[in-house]
């Protein structure tokens, strides 16, 4: 089946912009998880939604970051007032309940110039 | 100290040859832990999960896990040129949640 899907594959912006970066889950998976990966980093964790409700968004950086899951599915993730610092790969992940193998869509790569 | 701590590498093998890789953690409440491979420019892949003690074998993989020593490693035989990636660990603690993943270990494997 479909995998993890999210768009746009890349966005190039310039400091102090918005931007939204959109993830659409594996059909059926009621958890979604936002993390960002830094050039020779692992992906850090940013945000965990568990059907509409956001579980856990410890890992957002500061309140420039929100993101959002109105039915459940998509999932957009926003930034405004974009800084050079949040350049990097925007990483998308679903499973089908919480604690279950999480699989990873193909990832935003955001550049700010 | 790092929540998962991995080299960085590069570790360098030769085609056939077994590669070992390895990870500590900080949390002894981790509950889940997981290998993800990292081709350059892609996302991760899941290789293997393990939950206990022991190891678990999957192929040409192998996981290894021991609590008590905070440590868990991924064993490849018979490795291949198509394995060079970046290997990635990752954990969860007690919420079963988010991942969180140490900095990862390059792999080259060589014809």
């Known amino acids: 089946g479909a995998g993890v899907s999210q768009t746009p594959s890349n966005k190039v912006t310039e400091k102090g912009k918005y931007v939204e970066l959109r993830c659409d889950p594996i059909s059926g998976h009621t958890a979604l998880y936002w993390y960002r990966q830094s050039l020779g980093q692992g992906p850090e964790f940013l945000i965990y939604f568990q059907g509409t409700g956001a579980a856990d968004d410890s890992g957002l950086p500061n309140d420039r970051f929100f993101a959002v899951r109105p039915e459940g599915s998509v999932s957009t993730l926003k930034i405004q007032r974009t800084e050079r610092g949040d350049s990097a790969v925007y990483l998308c992940?679903?499973?089908?309940?919480?604690?279950?193998?999480?699989?990873f869509g193909p990832g935003t790569r955001l550049t700010v110039l | 100290q790092k929540e998962v701590e991995q080299n960085s590498g590069p570790l360098s093998v030769p085609e056939g040859a077994i590669a070992s890789l390895n990870c500590t953690y900080s949390d002894r409440g981790s509950q889940s832990f997981f290998w993800y491979r990292q081709y350059s420019g892609k996302s991760p892949e899941l290789i293997m999960f393990?939950?206990?003690?022991g190891d678990k074998e999957d192929g040409r993989f192998t996981a290894q896990l021991n609590k008590a020593s905070q440590y868990v490693s991924l064993l490849i035989r018979d490795s291949q040129p198509s394995d060079s990636a970046t290997y990635l660990c990752a954990v969860t603690g007690t919420g079963f949640q988010k991942l969180v993943f140490g900095t990862g270990t390059r792999l080259l494997v060589s014809p």
């Open positions: 992940a679903s499973s089908s309940n919480e604690g279950d193998t999480q699989y």
């Open positions: 393990i939950y206990s003690n």
